[in-house]
């Protein structure tokens, strides 16, 4: 069973932690122009018409080109697929004549919690049984997209690998807001700590904004330390580091948050119920 990647330990809130040249190529002025034979001289060229005055497209409108070139339905010119609004992502509307049903509500969830929890598990499977389109966005993944350059935090956390956690966080958070803008819900997961919330919930909830539902998964310190024995290389943690984390996320308690501790669950059990806490969480979204 695989379960989820964690995201080192950041230090708690309030500790510290040349331009190439332009290549131009012009011809070879060097090149050999075989002789021609003298020709009588020509009758000068007749003098070339005025060119027609240039469209302007209308107000509001991009330039597309003559209409022989234009595509059919060229103000669609993004494959069908609606870019989001600036403006975040809004609360979602539960239904007002049955209960929210979660299996079928397009929403973004941030699942939370340390390494171990089985967050990529769990949202992966959420994700994989859901009737309607659903994305799986993993923080993880996408701050490893940075390759060369790539700021691991197990060998420091430091200004650049903070600074890439950010811009992963802002790409998922945009990725979030693309997929429900074409009817696709997601569910996002990351290692967010109660006591960095601009780092953490507080970026989330700029990036996405206030529809996005954040949900807790905390089994118990003897399970996550179980999980993260089964990992190999840089995704697996030391004992300390992940009794650091787990004890950091205890913090979660008293937050408001709904919290799912999975200690004796198995991935599909637990699906189910964050399935309940999603539609809880929809007719009435937690305060955060």
């Known amino acids: 069973m695989q379960y989820a990647v964690g995201a080192p330990l950041p230090p708690p809130r309030g500790q510290a932690s ?18 021609t034979s003298p020709q009588a001289p020509s009758a000068p060229p007749p003098a070339p018409a005025a060119p027609p005055p240039a469209q302007q497209p209308a107000p509001g409108q991009g330039w597309h080109g003559p209409a022989s070139q234009q595509a059919p339905h060229s103000t669609d010119i993004t494959g069908h697929v609606p870019l989001p609004p600036g403006a975040p992502v809004p609360l979602p509307s539960p239904p007002t004549d049955a209960a929210p049903d979660a299996a079928h509500t397009a929403v973004a969830v941030l699942l939370i919690g340390p390494a171990g929890a089985g967050k990529t598990s769990v949202a992966r499977h959420w994700a994989d049984t859901r009737r309607v389109p659903t994305a799986h966005i993993s923080l993880d993944d996408v701050r490893e997209w940075v390759r060369a350059g790539f700021a691991d935090p197990q060998a420091g956390w430091n200004d650049h690998s903070e600074a890439q956690y950010r811009l992963a966080r802002r790409t998922c958070g945009f990725a979030a807001r693309n997929f429900l803008a074409n009817g696709i819900s997601c569910i996002l997961d990351d290692a967010v700590f109660p006591d960095r919330p601009v780092v953490g919930l507080g970026g989330w909830k700029r990036h996405v904004g206030p529809g996005l539902l954040p949900i807790v998964l905390l089994p118990g310190l003897e ?20 009794a650091r984390i787990h004890g950091r996320m205890a913090g979660w308690y008293g937050s408001g948050l709904p919290i799912i501790d999975n ?11 964050l399935d309940d806490v999603v539609a809880r969480s929809i007719a009435s979204p937690p305060n955060w």
């Open 223 to 242: 399970i996550v330390l179980e999980r993260n024995a089964r990992r190999s290389g840089n995704r697996r943690l030391s004992d300390e580091e992940v």
């Open 18 to 35: 040349g331009p190439g040249a332009a290549m131009h190529w012009t011809p070879n002025p060097g090149g050999h122009t075989p002789p």
């Open 263 to 273: 200690s004796q669950h198995d991935v599909a059990t637990t699906v189910r119920v």
